[in-house]
């Protein structure tokens, strides 16, 4: 099979180091989007596993399985791997590693080598994270928030747990750094901006905010070290600190994370439509522009997190305008997925199904997001499990299928080989059904007031919960579906073509898969990426 | 890895060298940044408390140490500009007195914060919790910031110290200076973060 | 060599620019011990923005960087200010 072909593709190659250590010491971005890939889809498993530990615990009043303190300690790490560990690296650091350079013509990204130093270090971050939950002053129950003053003053290793975020951190922004000079100085020649693919657009865009608002939350993250160490007051009211002030240090990052994972994946999406529609993307300056426009608009939003802890009047209505202001951006985008459908030659295969999963979901999620934008109902339902069902569409609807898809899109051209179709459809359709009964009730009881954070709550909640549960189990079965089907797949499924979904972007013309330096000649620049004549 | 080394595209980009080094430099502005913000804050919080608090430190040692950081932005300017005139000779004398201007500015912070400690004023010290809540807060903005600055001079130092050594060793030259003028810029965002930390601190009363 | 690249910056200007940086310390200085109430802060962070301008154009070199270095320079001292302008609307009006 490939003995035939005269190329070697960058799974067999044989470089300097054998084995697993020419994997983990690879500067080859494709090998290290997989590693990334690893990583990732064993963190998400964790997070997992502990998210649906926390439904069981919720399957009856009181006391289930857990106290409340063993509780608190699971959804704080839960948050912390779910967010740290796993959606801001990502779409970015899995796709974006893989498929940027093969998507604007590049043979690698700028800096190969700190680029393997960015996957060591998001590994050390990830150890630290984890070791914070064995240590004997026991999990950090703070959230993966981590608000003073209580996190200035629980006895929990709170200290471990935010290095861990540190260090993540520090992670994301050499991604977006290494990402940035990538498209500055590597495309092709005869690419343009306005040449990209949209996924390079989206990247980019997210790159920035890795960039510069990344460094706030790390500043802020030792100031509450040293504030735990050595008892200075910088968010602690008795000392003369301002807890409201680390609140905000804490969204200016935060806020503009969220478009950290959901601009990527809106930039999958973006790739996926066109191609299973085979009709060019409908407004594709629109898309682009908006991914900055969002990423511009984004750094100002952050205080709609805040409404109701005591922030002036005037700042709750300038950020509530401002939140209303950068979803227009994010519907333009909408508008556009669903314009490129019309009158399109629609295949419904995997990717396709999962992008559509996607719009559904994010719709959910952007218009609630919308409820809790505004000042008057977010003061009703703030700190609910509305919120959480808010974001759980957000982060797992959007940018989580956005994963699917982009995973079962790209999955051909990263091994070779293609997955079972028809299980792959069925996978998709059993997260999509198990994500709704888990989430959607969790509005409606929110909406009635359940607080978020409790390990408790009044009997007449129950029947939301255990739909929740209920929904929880199934989303598991659609991920036993989905990942056996793809590792069955990667190893004996059948051979892929170069282009097995009549994809125009670039990475489509290399082989599947791609040789070691991705491009023998320098590819042919087309000035409209998305042409299907 | 070496897999790449061997082969053909392993040019050199110096563009995109320097590009990725602003980058970093922007996230070092927005580390400090955050910190300008909350030092903003709690001054406009406590206004009487930050003059006072500055009138306890001594104008002197910060402006020789504002002397001493210029002195050391030029003369790591001038050595990239040797540099790039192939007088290397020059270029490694100015990087070791960058190196050493470096060093004086960390000894002059040593004695200034020795004096602090002295009096018993440093993080986590019983004067620190003894003291209203807008002493409090300067100092404890003081040697969270001016030590976050020592810690920037101590890697720039490094940096310029490895610098010196590939120059010596030939490996950066006339038609290949990236990484002294990476170096360079770092050690100008040093001194940058200190041109707005010295009058916030010191001055501003 | 990348010439067109590159522009060396004369001694001459560097040593220009050291003593220009010595005179606006010195004035600031200066300012700060007479009183001026709260223009002293304005004066004072003013001179270092002056300050600043100056490394950053000569020591830094952006004076001869590409346009597209400047704006993004531009933008981050920009998004810095909007921040803490913003941050500033709750504290004022708390
Ligand atoms: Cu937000």
Known sequence: ?533 | MSQHENHAFEHRDDEAKKLGMWLFIFTELLLFGGLFLVYSIFRSQYPDSFHEGSLELSVTIGAINTIILLVSSASVAVALTAIQKNNTKLSMQMLLLTVFLAAAFLVNKYFEWGAKFHHGLYPGSELMQLLDRGHHLYFSLYFFMTGLHALHIIIGMILLLISYFKVKAGKVKMDDFMHLENAALYWHLVDLIWIFLFPLMYLIS | MSEHTHHITPYKTLGIILVVLFFFTFLTIEITSIHLGALTVTVALLIAGVKGFLVLSYFMHLKHESLLLKILVAMVFVLFALIVLITFIDYAFR
């Open chain 1, 1 to 533: 099979m490939r003995k035939e072909t005269k190329y070697v593709s960058y799974l067999d190659y044989e470089g300097q180091y054998k084995g697993i250590f020419g994997w983990i010491f690879s500067t080859d971005h494709k090998r290290l989007g997989l590693l990334y890939l690893y990583a990732i889809a064993l963190f998400f498993f964790v997070g997992a596993i502990l998210g649906l530990t926390m439904r069981v615990e919720l399957a009856t009043p009181g006391e289930t399985i857990m106290k409340a303190q063993a509780y608190n300690g699971v959804f704080t790490v839960h948050g912390v791997i779910m967010i740290f560990m796993v959606v801001i690296p990502g779409l970015s650091a899995v796709f974006g590693n893989f498929f940027l350079p093969l998507m604007i013509g590049a043979k690698d990204v700028a800096f190969p080598k700190l680029n393997r130093l960015t996957w060591w270090i998001l590994i050390a971050g990830s150890i630290l994270a984890i070791a914070s939950q064995f240590l004997r002053e026991g999990p950090p129950d703070t959230g993966w928030t981590f608000y003073a003053p209580y996190s200035t003053k629980t006895g929990t290793s709170v200290i471990i747990a935010t290095t861990a975020a540190f260090v993540l951190g520090f992670a994301s922004i050499l991604t977006g750094l290494n990402f940035i000079v990538t498209i500055h100085r590597l495309r092709a020649p005869g690419m343009k901006f306005f040449n990209m693919p949209l996924f390079p657009w989206a990247l980019y865009a997210a790159s920035w905010i890795q960039l510069l608002a990344t460094p706030v939350v790390g500043i802020t993250l030792v100031m509450l070290i040293f504030e735990r160490l050595f008892g200075i007051g910088f968010f602690n009211p008795d000392l003369g600190g301002d807890p409201i002030l680390f609140q905000h240090l804490f969204w200016i990052y935060s806020h503009p994370a969220v478009y950290i994972m959901i601009l990527p994946a809106m930039g999958v999406i973006t790739e996926v439509i066109p191609t299973f529609c085979q009709r060019r993307i409908y407004g594709y300056k629109a898309i682009a522009i908006s991914s900055l426009a969002i990423a511009a608009v984004g750094f100002f939003v952050w205080g709609h997190h805040m409404y109701t802890s005591g922030m002036s009047e005037q700042a709750r209505w300038f950020f509530s305008l401002l939140t209303f202001i950068v979803a227009v951006p994010s519907a333009i985008k909408v508008f556009n997925w669903i314009a490129t459908m019309y009158r399109g030659s629609i295949n419904l295969q995997a990717p396709f199904l999962y992008a559509l999963f996607f719009i559904f979901l994010f719709i959910i999620g952007g218009t609630t997001g919308l409820i809790l934008g505004a000042v008057a109902p977010n003061v009703q339902v703030h700190d609910t499990s509305f919120v959480v069902a808010h974001f759980h569409y957000i982060i797992f609807g959007g940018m989580g299928f956005a994963f699917f898809s982009g995973l079962h899109y790209w999955f051909p051209k990263m091994y070779g080989r293609m997955y079972n179709l028809k299980a792959a459809n069925w996978g998709a359709i059993i997260l999509f059904i198990g994500f709704n009964l888990l989430y959607f009730p969790q509005f409606i009881i929110g909406y009635q007031g359940m607080p978020r954070r409790y390990y408790d709550y009044l009997p007449q909640f129950q029947w939301a919960q255990t739909i929740s549960l209920i929904g929880g189990i199934i989303l598991f079965i659609g991920f036993f579906v989905m990942v056996g089907n793809l590792v069955r797949g990667a190893k004996k499924g059948a051979i892929a073509p170069a282009n097995p979904w009549n994809g125009t972007t670039l990475e489509w013309t290399v082989p599947s898969p791609p040789p070691v330096e991705n491009f023998d000649e320098d590819p042919i620049i087309k000035s409209d990426p998305y042409d299907y004549k």
